[in-house]
């Protein structure tokens, strides 16, 4: 190590930039480098927002007259892009994961410091890659999935930094899965058992498995994918004898299991929040530990319920749907486990247990459309229509987002040292939940009546059910108003949060807010029940920590 | 107490399952039903409804009772119970999700063989007895597990090509090229389907079907129309630009009318 030969004795971190300008830097403070994820995920939320926007826009009339069809297919295959890899799966994986997991393991940074800060600044210039290549040519216009032959046979210059950026990102997302996978197994403090970890640590160790395991693969058909655009090579190619089918299993390989890498640290996320806001122990704590498990190995021999119209054999599609099914079962469990969390509680209603609660109910919704997209005679009606999509935006956008909002308000307090304002965290939850289910909960009735999905002109029938869906998206824009407002509030007038404002017996909140450098000024405490509430020691534990 | 509290739960539970088969049967919110597997899929439609509304209803007024009923009151301190889980609950709800999701599993399996969709897929486009074995790929065949033997004779071939953007159909008998699909109500069609350039997808809303249509590959779609109309033909998957406007119609003729049709369009006599 390069440092070693300086004269001082300064761990790394202490070399670093301090005041604002330590977020625009390489910096290698795990804390630092989660807000800057959060930030900067943030930042191409609202663009994909936007884009969603012009989508629903286009669609408040049955004739493709607000933008032209090509960019039109270009918006829809950002929006998509994006909201995954440039907003969710860094936000729940990176910027939580960073911030929180060497808290709760006890540590005072991520096991590797700079290869956690390649893996963020990996992050913004394949984003502005991503979106700069509309104005050179246009960007990518096959959709998020990517299909041969289309996307061999839509304009080249677009695509490939399409599936450039993709590929960086997915680089990203595999430096991190890595770090994490370290940090959790090898950092941990002394005397502290995998048992005894948050549940946050177990879920993220899932999902870091999850990446590990199935990125590489589409890291690897992405390559084979360019190779057929810019060499034409036929490994995709039909007409170079290449096979269309191949692709989408290996893009399915990795890409539903992505599903699960935006839902499952989310999962974690909402097991830390329940539990400190009703004052009560993470409900069946084992229980939970195995369903994560059973949904990493069941999320990784499901994908082929993505292609049954792909002309798939029978024996396949009826595999395929038993194993999808069974992901309701370790799933189910762990909704039980937060109602039952809830059941007996002294509940805070305040933003992020409105959130939280708010991601429960539509998870359920989307969850339950799961069920029954697996079956395969189900799925052949609905597949590729406007059900999926409302079936996905409950999970993603129902289930993660409702998640990161949520846990913006539960550890704002952490980051900035300042409370955010519940009134207006509680309006924006409401406008939100009511937006959102506007918007996609008619287009279940959309694509079991006969709406394909990607359409930019549909059958005059449907008219008035996309107009309601757009009036949800424009309360869902306006939502992040409140939200915005809140945060700039908070941050130049807001209240001071003391080190511990939620009475909280997680590591995170054993120390200063914001924390310092190193985490703890002294030893990092060992926390071997971190959800003991409601017992008469860890009473006293938290008379000791006022 | 417990005795109160068995009461209620079990009085919810028949109440949600009331509401859930009343939801199922009084909102209708499928197209018509116009070919041989649209009213066994309507069927599966209302189980998964019914189900899912019990399970829905159900979570929703549970979460938003415990957070009415155990919200922390003006001036209260301290924490909730300590309960860190319950083995036998924990049981119970894992084992009726897995019991719900197998029932489910078994008995979209057995649609899905009343749909056809376990037969061997078997199409005979006359003349076409290459000695290479075709690989054909299998959509959801329609027709009842004791037709399949006579399928052969009895099922109407007819050859779809899609390509950007337009689905051409041709009628080997007869050498018909048509841009609308007519079929004759309650006879087996059996649809061989290819695509020139991108992956397509043939959807009627109406026959609760879909299937994708794939270029190097054909596929095999068979269904048996059951109610006279003209239905959409929907492209379901993105094939560029003009994807939404990608539509055509299948045009459900009698028997007599779609053999009148047939004669005037011929260009053989037959």
């Known amino acids: 190590m390069t440092i070693s030969l300086k004269p001082n004795n300064s761990s790394p971190e202490k070399l670093q930039p301090t005041g604002w300008l330590k977020y625009l830097s390489f910096s290698l403070d795990h804390k630092v480098i989660g807000l800057q994820y959060l930030v900067c995920g943030f930042l191409f939320y609202l663009i994909g927002g936007s884009l969603a926007g012009a989508i629903r826009v286009e669609l408040i009339s049955p004739l493709s007259d607000f933008m032209p069809r090509e960019v039109y297919n270009q918006v829809l295959t950002l929006h998509g892009t994006i909201m995954i890899f440039l907003w969710i799966v860094p936000v729940v994986n990176g910027a939580f994961g960073n911030y929180l997991i060497p808290f709760y393991v006890g540590a005072r940074d991520m096991a590797f410091p700079r290869l956690n800060a390649v893996a963020f600044w990996l992050i913004p210039p394949s984003g502005l890659m991503l979106i700069t290549s509309y104005f050179i040519n246009g960007a990518a216009q096959s959709g998020w999935t990517a299909y041969p032959p289309l996307s061999i046979t839509t304009p080249a210059a677009g695509q490939i930094i399409w599936i450039l950026s993709v590929l960086l990102l997915g680089g990203s997302s595999i430096f991190g899965g890595i770090n994490f996978i370290a940090t959790i197994l090898k950092l941990r403090r002394p005397d502290l058992k995998l048992m005894q970890l948050p549940m946050y640590c177990w879920a993220m160790l899932g999902t870091s498995i999850l990446v590990v395991l199935s990125t590489p693969v589409l890291a690897g058909t992405l390559i084979l994918l360019s190779f057929d655009i810019v060499a034409h090579t036929g490994f995709f190619n039909p007409s170079l004898g290449g096979n269309v089918i191949v692709y989408q299993h290996l893009f399915w390989f990795y890409s539903h299991p992505a599903v699960y890498i935006m839902v499952l640290p989310a999962f974690g996320l909402v097991s830390e929040i329940l539990p400190i806001h009703s004052r009560k122990p993470l409900f069946g704590y084992t229980t939970m530990v195995f369903s994560i498990m059973g949904i990493v190995v069941l999320g990784l021999i499901v994908w082929a319920h993505h292609m049954f119209t792909s002309g798939t054999p029978p024996w396949m599609r009826l595999f395929f749907t038993i194993a999808t099914a069974f992901i309701a079962v370790p799933t189910g469990i762990k909704f039980f486990n937060w109602v039952a969390t809830l059941w007996g509680g002294k509940i805070s209603l305040n933003a992020a247990m409105l959130f939280s609660c708010g991601f429960i109910i539509n998870f359920v919704l989307g969850g339950i459309t799961g069920v029954a997209l697996a079956q395969v005679p189900f799925d052949v009606h609905v597949h590729d229509t406007y059900f999926v999509v409302a079936h996905f935006h409950y999970i993603v956008y129902g289930g993660s987002v409702f998640v990161i909002f949520s846990s913006i308000y539960h550890w704002f307090p952490k980051f900035t040292g300042k409370m955010l304002n519940e009134n207006l965290g509680r309006f924006h939850f409401i406008i939100t939940f009511i937006g959102f289910n506007l918007c996609f909960a008619p287009q279940h009735w959309l694509g079991l009546n006969g709406m394909p999905r990607r359409v930019a002109e549909y059958d005059p029938q449907f008219q008035l059910i996309n107009q309601i869906s757009s009036v949800g998206a424009l309360l869902m824009a306006l939502s992040t108003l409140p939200f915005l407002w809140n945060i700039l509030q908070s941050i130049l007038y807001g209240e001071e949060a003391g080190d511990n404002p939620w009475n909280a017996l997680t590591p995170e909140w054993l120390t200063s807010s914001p924390p310092p450098v190193e985490n703890w000024d002294g030893e990092a405490p060992l926390v071997l029940e971190p959800y003991g509430y409601g017992k008469k020691d860890s009473n006293e534990t938290q008379e000791a920590i006022r | ?270």
Not at chain 2, 58 to 64: D, K, P, R
Not at chain 2, 68 to 73: A, C, K
Not at chain 2, 89 to 104: D, M, N, R, S, Y
Not at chain 2, 229 to 243: D, K, S, W
Request: hydrophobic residues 45%; proline residues 6%; glycine residues 8%.
């Open chain 2, 1 to 270: 107490m417990p005795k109160l509290s068995a009461i209620l739960t079990l009085t919810t539970s028949l109440i949600l399952g009331i509401a859930g088969v009343w939801v199922a049967y009084n909102v209708n919110m499928l197209p018509v039903s116009a070919s041989m597997n649209a009213p066994v899929y309507d069927e599966l439609y209302r189980v998964l409804f019914i189900i899912g509304v019990i399970l829905f209803i159900g979570m929703t007024a549970l979460v938003i009772y415990s957070l009415i009923q155990f919200r922390r009151r003006p001036g209260e301190t301290g924490d909730g119970i300590d309960l860190e889980g319950n083995i036998s609950l924990e049981i119970f709800w894992t084992a009726v999700p897995a019991i719900v999701v197998l029932f489910v599993g078994l008995y979209s399996y057995d649609i899905y063989d009343r749909m056809g969709g376990m037969q061997p897929l078997m199409h005979d486009h006359s003349g076409q007895m290459d000695n290479q074995a075709e690989r054909v790929w299998g959509g959801i065949g329609s027709g009842p597990i004791e037709s399949s033997s006579k399928k052969n004779s009895s099922s109407l071939p007819i050859e779809l090509t899609a390509m950007q953007f337009a689905f051409i159909f041709h009628y080997p008998k007869g050498d018909i090229i048509s841009g609308e699909l007519h079929v004759p109500v309650g006879r087996e069609v059996s649809l061989k389907m290819e695509s020139k350039d991108v992956i397509h997808a043939f959807w009627v809303p109406q026959f609760r079907l879909k299937q994708d249509v794939i270029p190097g590959q054909p596929t095999i779609l068979n269904f048996t129309p059951t109610k006279a109309g003209n239905f959409p033909i929907v492209c379901a998957e993105l094939c560029g630009p003009y994807h939404g406007g990608m539509r055509s119609n299948v045009i459900v003729d009698k028997q007599e009318d779609f053999d009148t049709w047939l004669k005037e369009n011929s260009k053989e006599s037959i």
